[in-house]
């Protein structure tokens, strides 16, 4: 973990979203936090007690200072702060012209600045309030538009995948320290054993953390939204079903084959989890160039779905679309659309195919009436969420977090590999350095005196 910097300037900043509202949030920090306060006005505070305070604007020549607003007032002296610092919140009301007159008023008093973006939790983390991860979960938590987004975000930023990491480098750090004793301090009392005893625990360690890495793609998803693909021959409904799923007019509507040619995307909340809809080029031969390039991503955003939704058009069921076909099976649904335009005997005949599927997921619905789409959606959901189900605690949310895992487990696999490690202390003191330092990247912090601290502790070695 870093250490705090020098004493720096202070800042402010408003920590609410702009517009009207019933109250807004202006955020003071740094050394002149105090001295802020008592420049509008506030000289009687508590610590982390509400004062309600007018807030007085700079004086004029009569000596008259006029009034800003009738605000609540909380001071937080450092260290026991969000950032470490001395930090003052002013909780004036949300009208545009109270916002305006506070943030000029902040910005004429000497030795203040507007703070830049993110600047206030990057202050927290340089004052060891909060790791990397942590103040990725904030941002993810600020972010967070589902259900699933914000149980993920609050459980990274309560700490809890920075606590399973730390728990795997103090046991990297452990055996390191066993190594690196053996090998600096052989003439003294350290068992021979002692290195060969730790192989079974760093065989466990990395086993684990193989698991865990087998789980990232989930919780990158779940932050950033999981993607469905709409596929189908043209003029089969796939952009009215976009259209009706997403409750507004996203995609053109036309009987003109080729209407669609490039990929159109809506992000969605499907009833908690986060949803990326992509409506694709209708699947064909075509001779047009931009129409080609249409189908060609369109095929490449089926590979890299998520989910498939395959649709069809009822009126000609049981005849498949060959070209969607390819699409179907594991991982897809059928939709069969336009099932309003269906006589009696053919719906009789597709709701018997609907009924009877047990392999392949269908759904009959109609995109113009909105019959099917209840359950059509109830089925995206029930798919979606076996991927969820997947998800073991602490989940990986970001490449960042994948890359560093999976550097510690390439370290960690030449160690346990190595025909003798005991052999080659060396070698495996350094894999064994990589690994811990690959698992600190995550959390921001990577300290060698770790090492030392255990060696000193355990061996009494030097006294």
């Known amino acids: 973990m870093k250490g705090p910097r020098e004493p720096s300037d202070t800042i402010f900043a408003l920590a609410s979203g702009r517009g ?46 006029p009034v800003l607003d009738d605000a609540l007032v909380l001071w937080f002296p450092a260290p026991k702060s969000f950032t470490g610092e001395d930090v003052a919140e002013l909780h004036v009301h949300g009208g545009r012209a109270v916002i305006d007159a506070v943030a000029r008023a902040l910005g004429a008093i000497p030795g203040l600045r507007p703070a830049e973006p993110g600047e206030f939790t990057r202050r927290a983390f340089e004052h060891g309030k909060l790791d990397l991860a942590q103040a990725e979960g904030l941002a993810d938590l600020v972010a967070a538009e589902t259900e699933a987004q914000r149980v ?28 690196e004793a053996a090998l600096d301090f052989s003439d003294e009392d350290v068992p021979p054993d002692i290195v060969r ?21 989930i919780g990158e998803k779940v932050r950033d939204g999981f993607h469905v ?10 952009s009215s079903l976009l259209n009706v799923l997403a409750r507004r007019d996203v995609a053109i509507v036309s009987e003109t084959k080729g209407t669609t040619r490039d990929i159109i995307e809506v992000h969605m ?16 031969d075509a001779a047009e160039a931009i129409e080609a390039e249409g189908v060609r991503r369109a095929e490449g955003r089926a590979a890299q779905a998520d989910l498939r939704l395959t649709v069809f058009d009822a009126r000609d069921w049981p005849e498949r679309d060959a070209a969607t076909e390819r699409f179907g099976g594991e991982g897809s649904i059928a939709v069969l659309n336009k099932i309003d335009l269906l006589d009696h005997e053919k719906r009789n005949k597709v709701d018997v195919v609907l009924q009877s599927q047990k392999t392949t997921r269908y759904c009959g619905i109609s995109a113009l009436t909105g019959e099917g789409l209840d359950r059509l959606l109830a089925v ?3 798919s979606l969420r076996q991927h969820l189900d997947t998800l073991g605690p602490a989940p990986l949310t ?20 190595s025909p003798d490690p005991v052999a080659a202390l060396e070698l495996l003191a350094e894999d064994l350095r990589l690994a811990a330092r690959a698992l600190g990247r995550v959390a921001g912090h990577v300290d060698v005196e770790d090492v030392l601290d255990r060696i000193f502790s355990q061996f009494c070695i030097g006294k």
């Not at 001295?35 to 009569?62: F, H, I, K, W, Y």
């Not at 993920?152 to 809890?160: N, T, V």
Request: aromatic share 2%.
């Open 20 to 65: 009207t509202a019933g109250i807004a949030v202006f955020r003071v920090s740094g050394p002149a936090a105090r001295d802020t306060l008592e420049s509008l006005g506030v000289t009687t505070l508590r610590p982390r007690l509400a004062t309600r305070a007018r807030l007085l604007a700079s004086g004029t020549g009569s000596g008259v200072r």
């Open 152 to 179: 993920q975000a609050l459980e990274q930023f309560d700490g809890a995948l920075s606590r399973r990491l730390e728990a795997w480098r103090a046991a990297l750090i452990a055996i390191l320290a066993q190594v």
């Open 197 to 217: 005893d730790q192989l079974p625990d760093l065989v466990r360690i990395f086993e684990n953390i193989s698991q865990h890495l087998e789980s990232a793609p």
């Open 229 to 238: 693909a709409i596929l189908g021959a043209p003029n089969v409904g796939k």
């Open 269 to 284: 909340n499907l009833k908690g989890i986060p949803v990326i809809l992509a409506d694709t080029a209708g699947l064909r």
């Open 380 to 382: 995206i959901h029930d």
């Open 398 to 417: 970001r490449e960042r977090h994948r890359r560093a895992l999976s550097d510690a487990v390439e370290a960690l696999r030449r160690a346990i590999e």
